[in-house]
């Protein structure tokens, strides 16, 4: 026996002392991606199939993110057959295509069908049409036609969400037939909640608890004990609107129905919690202008995302200068204004963004609507003069002593005022401005809100100082 061997043969017994794989960060523990780097690299496939392929597909799409690039491919050819392919569904989109884009499309299809469509829409949908065809064409006629079906519908819409694996039985039938082709009928989902009430066109009727069905006698037909289906997902729907919908019901299910309102799919909780992530981040990125970002992206991939709104910014960092260049000969002659100039416009700034984010958020989550703006915009202007006395009052007396001027301090006091107040009103009335001519105020609210307090600080502070003093 090597010494190589030895080493193969010690490293399961140094694993078992611990079985979570994160240390007390929340990341990968290092111990064990140093133990399955040797493991890829000694073509351990004992070792991975006994503590890789074991893992939950959200670890070990954490393990892959993890370890090196060249090891990914490397690891998953490895274990073969037993690499979960769900785990791809848990990584960013970049790393799963550079995986996707290596394997024979023969085997990515093999592993499609051996997962829920829902996943399996996951990962096809980002595929080039030739690849997803070919794989396509490999998989059975009625699975294959399952998956086009949700393919069909749009990006971020609940039928490209949704799971086209469900349990459907007719009104007239018993509870004991239902219960005896559930566990007759080998085509049936993992897991669910509820069984779906339908007519013989695929109409739905209602809906029946699973703990319902456990609770009635065998002769009971289904009918007397179906309630109407809590509201049903049109598949058109975006994602996030039916996101809105599991959170304001309570939901863990829902049934997800086309244009003639038969049943082609549920909508389960863990795809809704993956939504409402998805669209959170999705609203912070946009916030700070750099759109569908990665960790995972390239350096050209990840400049070219925040390119345009730089240049957005560029722009309007002009037009603040402008303003500026407007009492040239003012800031010329008092120094300290151009000391001071920064604190009203950064002020400003941040006052306007904390305004914005409030506003952007409730807009996402549909608290924000036209019943109640006028009252959200008062209480935001009443915050907006609150916190401009405040800080005005504190800024002034620091300036005034600062530079020996008690002019000084009353006009930047004043400016202060003015920039909070313009501020608050700005983050709440550009973002609704934006929504009601349907933009998407997460996007362009932060350069706009800028422009706003910058301009607004300088020409308000400068402007003073010019009356004032000449």
């Given amino acids: 026996m090597t010494e190589n061997d030895d080493e193969i043969l010690d490293r399961p017994a140094a694993e078992d002392k611990q079985d979570?794989?994160?240390?007390?960060?929340?990341?990968?523990?290092?111990?064990?991606?140093?133990?399955?780097?040797?493991?890829?690299?000694?073509?351990?496939?004992?070792?991975?199939?006994?503590?890789?392929?074991?893992?939950?597909?959200?670890?070990?799409?954490?393990?892959?993110?993890?370890?090196?690039?060249?090891?990914?491919?490397?690891?998953?050819?490895?274990?073969?057959?037993?690499?979960?392919?769900?785990?791809?569904?848990?990584?960013?989109?970049?790393?799963?295509?550079?995986?996707?884009?290596?394997?024979?499309?023969?085997?990515?299809?093999?592993?499609?069908?051996?997962?829920?469509?829902?996943?399996?829409?996951?990962?096809?949908?980002?595929?080039?049409?030739?690849?997803?065809?070919?794989?396509?064409?490999?998989?059975?006629?009625?699975?294959?036609?399952?998956?086009?079906?949700?393919?069909?519908?749009?990006?971020?819409?609940?039928?490209?969400?949704?799971?086209?694996?469900?349990?459907?039985?007719?009104?007239?039938?018993?509870?004991?037939?239902?219960?005896?082709?559930?566990?007759?009928?080998?085509?049936?989902?993992?897991?669910?909640?509820?069984?779906?009430?339908?007519?013989?066109?695929?109409?739905?009727?209602?809906?029946?608890?699973?703990?319902?069905?456990?609770?009635?006698k065998r002769q009971v037909k289904i009918e007397t004990i179906m309630h109407a289906t809590n509201h049903p997902i049109p598949a058109e729907m975006d994602q996030e609107e039916a996101a809105q919908v599991f959170e304001q019901y309570d939901l863990l299910s829902a049934a997800v129905v086309d244009e003639n309102e038969r049943l082609v799919g549920v909508l389960t909780i863990d795809d809704v919690v993956d939504v409402i992530q998805e669209e959170a981040e999705e609203d912070l990125l946009r916030l700070g202008g750099v759109g569908d970002e990665e960790l995972s992206d390239s350096i050209g991939e990840t400049s070219r995302s925040r390119v345009p709104w730089l240049a957005v910014n560029l722009v309007t960092a002009f037009m603040a200068a402008s303003v500026i260049s407007l009492f040239e000969a003012t800031i010329q002659q008092i120094v300290a204004l151009a000391v001071l100039m920064p604190i009203v416009a950064g002020m400003g700034g941040n006052a306007g963004s904390q305004t914005m984010t409030v506003t952007v958020r409730a807009l996402a989550t549909r608290n924000l609507d036209i019943h109640n703006a006028f009252r959200v915009v008062r209480r935001e202007a009443g915050v907006g003069l609150l916190n401009g006395v405040i800080f005005g009052l504190l800024i002034g007396a620091v300036a005034g002593f600062?530079?020996?001027?008690?002019?000084?301090?009353?006009?930047?006091?004043?400016?202060?005022?003015?920039?909070?107040?313009?501020?608050?009103?700005?983050?709440?009335?550009?973002?609704?401005?934006?929504?009601?001519?349907?933009?998407?105020?997460?996007?362009?609210?932060?350069?706009?809100?800028?422009?706003?307090?910058?301009?607004t600080g300088f020409f308000a502070f400068l402007g003073l100082a010019t009356w004032w003093f000449m």
């Avoid at 530079?403 to 930047?412: A, C, L, S």
């Avoid at 909070?420 to 998407?440: K, N, S």
């Fill in 20 to 216: 979570d794989i994160y240390d007390e960060e929340g990341s990968v523990r290092h111990d064990f991606l140093t133990m399955v780097g040797a493991a890829i690299a000694d073509r351990d496939v004992i070792f991975l199939r006994q503590y890789v392929a074991k893992l939950h597909e959200s670890e070990l799409g954490d393990l892959i993110e993890a370890i090196q690039p060249d090891q990914r491919l490397a690891m998953i050819r490895l274990l073969g057959d037993d690499f979960d392919m769900t785990a791809l569904t848990e990584v960013d989109e970049a790393i799963r295509m550079q995986i996707v884009d290596q394997m024979p499309n023969a085997q990515i299809a093999a592993a499609i069908g051996e997962l829920d469509s829902d996943d399996a829409v996951y990962i096809l949908e980002d595929l080039d049409d030739e690849d997803r065809e070919e794989i396509l064409a490999q998989l059975p006629f009625t699975e294959r036609v399952r998956l086009r079906r949700a393919l069909d519908y749009p990006e971020s819409s609940a039928g490209r969400r949704m799971q086209t694996e469900f349990v459907a039985v007719p009104p007239f039938w018993t509870v004991g037939q239902t219960i005896d082709y559930m566990r007759d009928e080998e085509d049936l989902p993992e897991s669910f909640t509820q069984i779906f009430v339908i007519d013989p066109t695929f109409k739905l009727l209602g809906a029946v608890n699973l703990d319902a069905i456990l609770r009635t």
């Fill in 402 to 455: 600062w530079f020996q001027d008690v002019n000084i301090g009353g006009i930047i006091a004043t400016a202060m005022l003015i920039n909070m107040m313009a501020a608050a009103i700005a983050g709440i009335l550009i973002p609704l401005a934006l929504d009601r001519f349907g933009a998407d105020p997460a996007v362009a609210s932060a350069v706009f809100v800028t422009t706003v307090t910058d301009i």
